[in-house]
């Protein structure tokens, strides 16, 4: 990987890293709200180490090494900028499961979205499958059924690795349904209504902030499997909502089309992967290139309605 690319792909995943929090930094930006000075400090300060440093820093690690065994803690780090034939099979033998099981978990992601989920319409057609959201079950049960189908022909394993994704999300899933129960009540005891002490919502911000950075970590292997690159990538992209969270976040509110942008490059990004865990040949430099052009698309459009008309 020359220096370019390695630069083009840090880029990405941290464009990636923030957009994919950006309801995370809504949370947290309104639970903070509700707390005082000093627990709000401590938070930003240190409640980041386990959140940023911990979860972004060592899933990634931890999901290759699991994959990949007989690499080792140092290996598995190194692997990709290895010239060891042996290391170079064994992620080569290993890649098909985690990128199908990566994309099938985003590719459920996006369609949750699409049919289930609350948002502003920025594409035509958007508002008609949100009225007809029952249908997500079906289709993202047909959709496993085809993927696990051509799957099994090539690999059992590869087949197995479709469900581990799904099996992620539906889990990823209730453990995102909790959270914004418990925010809710978090609001409600900063009205008085519910009493709970700051520590208790940090411990829940830091279990919010944990689940919500499941999704930017399985996309981070549409990028690479480079695990440096994905901890300079998503550390800087997490270093990046925390500000937000910090000083910006009622101005990023405003765009109401980020949130869409970041489901379709969801949704892109878990197409290349299941293609590439099938042998198609994905070239490096498209996962970063088509981010930036869906997020950028959606950027603009929210730009565009946030102008004032003029008479």
Same mark, same amino acid.
């Given at each position: 990987?020359?220096?370019?690319?390695? @630069?083009?792909t840090v880029?990405?995943?941290?464009?990636?890293?923030?957009?994919?929090?950006?309801?995370?930094?809504?949370?947290?930006?309104?639970?903070? !709200?509700?707390?005082?000075?000093?627990?709000?400090?401590?938070?930003?300060?240190?409640?980041?180490?386990?959140?940023?440093?911990?979860?972004?820093?060592?899933l990634p690690w931890?999901?290759?090494?699991?994959? @990949?065994?007989?690499? !080792?803690?140092?290996?598995?780090?190194?692997?990709?900028?290895?010239?060891?034939?042996?290391?170079?099979?064994?992620?080569?033998?290993?890649?098909?499961?985690?990128?199908?099981?990566?994309?099938?978990?985003?590719?459920?992601?996006?369609?949750?979205?699409?049919?289930?989920?609350?948002?502003?319409?920025?594409?035509?057609?958007?508002?008609?499958?949100?009225?007809?959201?029952?249908?997500?079950?079906?289709?993202?049960?047909?959709?496993?059924?085809?993927?696990?189908?051509?799957?099994?022909?090539?690999?059992?394993?590869?087949?197995?690795?479709?469900?581990?994704?799904?099996?992620?999300?539906?889990?990823?899933?209730g453990?995102?349904?909790?959270?914004?129960?418990?925010?809710?009540?978090?609001?409600?005891?900063?009205?008085?209504?519910?009493?709970?002490?700051?520590?208790?919502?940090?411990?829940?911000l $830091?279990?919010?902030?944990a689940?919500?950075?499941?999704? !930017?970590?399985?996309?981070?292997?549409?990028?690479?499997?480079?695990?440096?690159? @994905?901890?300079? !990538?998503?550390?800087?992209?997490?270093?990046?909502?925390?500000?937000?969270?910090?000083?910006? @976040? $009622?101005?990023?509110?405003?765009?109401?089309?980020?949130?869409?942008?970041a489901?379709?490059?969801v949704?892109?990004?878990?197409?290349?992967?299941?293609?590439d865990?099938?042998?198609?040949?994905?070239?490096?430099?498209?996962?970063?290139?088509?981010?930036?052009g869906v997020?950028?698309?959606?950027?603009?459009?929210?730009?565009?309605?946030?102008?004032?008309?003029?008479?």
């Amino acid at each position: 990987m020359d220096l370019l690319a390695m @630069i083009l792909t840090v880029a990405g995943l941290s464009v990636f890293e923030v957009i994919m929090s950006l309801d995370n930094a809504v949370i947290n930006g309104q639970v903070l !709200g509700t707390m005082s000075k000093k627990s709000r400090k401590w938070f930003i300060t240190w409640g980041m180490i386990p959140s940023v440093f911990g979860v972004r820093f060592l899933l990634p690690w931890l999901i290759v090494l699991v994959a @990949i065994p007989g690499l !080792g803690l140092w290996g598995s780090l190194t692997s990709t900028f290895s010239s060891d034939p042996v290391v170079i099979e064994a992620i080569e033998m290993a890649a098909p499961m985690l990128l199908i099981a990566g994309g099938t978990f985003l590719v459920f992601l996006f369609f949750h979205w699409l049919f289930l989920e609350p948002k502003n319409y920025g594409l035509v057609g958007e508002k008609i499958i949100a009225r007809n959201g029952i249908w997500f079950f079906a289709v993202v049960s047909v959709l496993l059924a085809v993927i696990t189908w051509f799957a099994i022909e090539k690999s059992p394993l590869l087949g197995f690795g479709a469900v581990i994704g799904s099996t992620m999300f539906f889990i990823t899933h209730g453990f995102k349904e909790n959270a914004e129960k418990k925010e809710k009540e978090m609001l409600e005891s900063g009205k008085g209504r519910i009493k709970m002490s700051d520590w208790s919502k940090i411990m829940y911000l $830091e279990v919010i902030d944990a689940t919500f950075s499941i999704d !930017g970590i399985l996309g981070s292997f549409a990028f690479t499997f480079a695990i440096p690159l @994905i901890l300079i !990538g998503n550390g800087i992209g997490a270093l990046a909502v925390r500000q937000l969270t910090v000083s910006n @976040i $009622e101005n990023i509110k405003k765009y109401k089309y980020l949130k869409n942008g970041a489901m379709y490059s969801v949704f892109v990004l878990g197409i290349i992967m299941v293609l590439d865990s099938f042998g198609a040949h994905i070239p490096i430099w498209l996962s970063p290139m088509v981010m930036f052009g869906v997020v950028g698309y959606f950027f603009w459009k929210s730009r565009k309605e946030m102008r004032p008309i003029k008479k």
